[in-house]
């Protein structure tokens, strides 16, 4: 069943409003005040999409009345009717109030329903593209193009092949189940450690998808409260809950047509997973505090970086969800599993950060990407985009090198090296004396002398080692 859109019919004759509701009737779910105080109750109940006023009303007029909902309620579309001619000072308010469409009476149904429909097609185009207070007044094909523009921008930025990785990475089979599974509508669930780039391939699956159009929202499910998660996601009316200071459009709402992903679903509580369920079994969601459901379209991605299956047999998670969310199941190995990544991830992280931090550094040394290439990385590639952060602004020259990664990496009381079987012998050793160098030259201050000293090396063997490894001051 297709989600009607809500239009609110403010007029104080019942015969206009039943003329209009009959007219509509097909295209929108029509609700109807008789005065602005009646108007301004409904709206502070329902999530309303489009208003048609009249202009002539007792107690405040039309457009003051839009006036109002501008700057309390910015999101429904504004419309106006009026029988009668107007003077300047109206016109002006007209333009104050943001209205879409001036509409004269006698007005014809045929009329009315197409620029009914140039309304609805006005508040998506503005959600979808997540503007929700530009100028109502911009024609629908300005705001078309203007979204089209961008869905194309997304859909280059977020492709699988901007997931970077080797070619003989082991990541490369989890991406090509995603680009299977993109143009399918079922819910796919991602696991994988934190810092994996479930995020990330979650935004690949969407702008690879038919829903490349509409919206992608995020939510981390394991920051918020049951009460909260709930508003976030399902949305919620002005007064629902304390603190709930004013409406909310549901991120389920805000998605509609598109994707969203919900990450650290493992999270969730018991009792909120019931509530979810219901959402995606039924299609619907209910506002806190709100008196309608309103069915939305949604597909959903997944993520969790625990075994959902070893939840499911303790208790902790729902089977019925599980199965709900799981429709297909993807997994991101670990940085660890993939060291060939490490070295085009930090090019590309670092030519990232080197263009945010306005410095010239051309590249890492050999030792230095030897001993990033060594590390483990339990935080993945989130630990490793922090590291090169470090080292960048650290430095004061065009090249990374060993003396600026961090000494839990190169020291002692370090990281174990990557396991002997990814790396061989000669890696392992070049890895081990890169990393003594380096250790050793920032405890000494680079005092080539006492360094030589304590490695037992001549000078000429310790600076031919320091060539070979490309180890030089960062200053």
């Known amino acids: 069943m297709t989600k009607l859109p809500i239009i609110l019919v403010v007029d104080d004759e019942r015969q206009s409003q039943e ?54 309620w910015p999101d429904p579309v504004r419309m106006i009717i009026s029988g009668y001619s107007e003077s300047d000072d109206i016109i002006a308010g007209v333009n104050e109030a943001g209205i879409f469409r001036y509409i004269t009476k006698p007005w014809l149904p045929d009329d009315l329903v197409g620029i009914v429909r140039d309304a609805i097609a006005t508040w998506r185009l503005q959600h979808d593209s997540g503007q929700a207070a530009v100028d109502l007044k911009v024609a629908p094909v300005v705001l078309e193009r203007r979204a089209a ?18 070619a003989d990475s082991p990541l490369a089979e989890a ?30 699956i969407h702008y690879g998808s038919p829903r490349a159009t509409k ?5 981390n499910c394991g920051a918020l409260p049951d009460q909260l998660l709930e508003s976030e996601l399902f949305g919620c009316k002005k007064g629902a809950f304390t603190g709930a200071y004013e409406d909310r459009i ?3 709402e805000q998605a509609d047509g598109g994707t969203i992903f919900l990450d650290e679903i493992g999270e969730t509580s018991p009792a909120f997973q019931v509530k979810l369920l219901r959402v995606l079994q039924e299609g619907e969601i209910r506002p806190l505090g709100a008196r309608l459901t309103r069915k939305v379209d949604v597909r959903v991605i997944a993520a969790t970086n625990r075994n959902l299956e070893d939840e499911v047999r303790a208790g902790t998670f729902r089977r ?131 360094v030589a000293e304590e490695l037992g090396l001549s000078r000429v063997g310790l600076r031919a080692k320091l060539a070979r490894y490309g180890l030089e001051p960062a200053g």
């Open 19 to 72: 003329a209009i509701r009959r007219v509509l009737s097909d295209e929108c779910q029509v609700l109807t005040a008789s005065s602005a105080a009646e108007a301004e109750a409904v709206l502070a109940q329902e999530m309303v999409h489009a208003i048609l006023c009249d202009q002539r009303m007792p107690g405040q007029a039309g457009v003051d009345f839009l006036k109002t909902v501008r700057q309390r």
């Open 250 to 252: 549901g991120l389920f």
């Open 215 to 219: 919206p992608f929202v995020v939510e």
């Open 175 to 204: 991406i090509g189940l995603g680009e299977r599974v993109a143009e399918f509508d079922i819910s796919v669930l991602i696991t994988g450690e934190s810092g994996t780039g479930k995020e990330l391939l979650a935004r690949a």
């Open 320 to 450: 019925d969800l599980f199965y709900r969310l799981a429709a297909f199941p993807i997994h991101l190995p670990a940085l660890r599993e993939r060291p060939m990544d490490v070295a085009v991830l930090a090019e590309r992280l670092l030519a990232e950060t080197r263009k945010g931090f306005g410095k010239p550094i051309r590249g890492f040394t050999p030792g230095a990407m030897a001993v990033l290439a060594a590390h483990d990385w339990p935080g993945n590639v989130r630990e490793l985009q922090n590291e090169i952060q470090r080292m960048v602004a650290l430095s004061n020259g065009d090249r990374l090198g060993v003396e600026l990664i961090s000494p839990r990496l190169r020291g002692r009381g370090g990281a174990d090296p990557a396991p002997a079987e990814r790396r061989s012998l000669k890696e392992q050793v070049e890895a081990l004396e890169a990393r003594i160098l380096g250790e050793t030259l920032a405890r000494h201050r680079w005092n080539i002398t006492r």
């Open 149 to 166: 523009r961008r869905t194309e921008a997304l859909k280059r930025a977020h492709h699988f092949d901007a997931i970077i990785r080797a």
